[in-house]
């Protein structure tokens, strides 16, 4: 499986940000897709995740209310719709999937592939 994120770049304080990450190869092998990201300097930290089928959806507290994860399954795409984005969101985010089914979702350690992640920047 092959999983490929796209949609960062720079915002400012407040703005909005929509990533994508497109799953190739065996996708049906897998249970669902999350979103994590890291900063410079800290540990990568968990941000959202869903199941193929919708049922499981999770957010991390700091972005619960600001930012919506989706999915397609047909197109075997997830999204990360971002508002009201902070500085504090400033980071690389990755997208992630784990073979059959996981849980917990927020853990990273449940995952087995990960994309090659997509730089946010949000300016004060």
């Known amino acids: 499986v092959q999983l490929q994120a796209s949609g960062g770049g720079l915002v400012q304080a407040g703005g909005s940000l929509r990533l994508s990450c497109v799953a190739s190869g065996r996708t049906f092998s897998t249970y669902g897709m999350g979103w994590f990201r890291q900063a410079p300097g800290k540990e990568r930290e968990f941000v959202a995740a869903?199941?193929?089928?919708?049922?499981?959806?999770y957010y991390a507290d700091s972005v619960e209310g600001r930012f919506t994860i989706s999915r397609d399954s047909a197109k075997n795409t997830v999204y990360l719709q971002m508002d009201s984005l902070k500085p504090e969101d400033t980071a690389v985010y990755y997208c992630?999937?784990?073979?059959?089914?996981?849980?917990?979702?927020?853990?990273?350690?449940?995952?087995?592939?990960w994309g090659q992640g997509t730089q946010v920047t949000v300016s004060s």
């Open positions: 992630a999937a784990p073979k059959d089914y996981a849980f917990p979702l927020w853990s990273e350690y449940k995952y087995d592939y």
């Open positions: 869903t199941s193929w089928s919708g049922d499981s959806i």
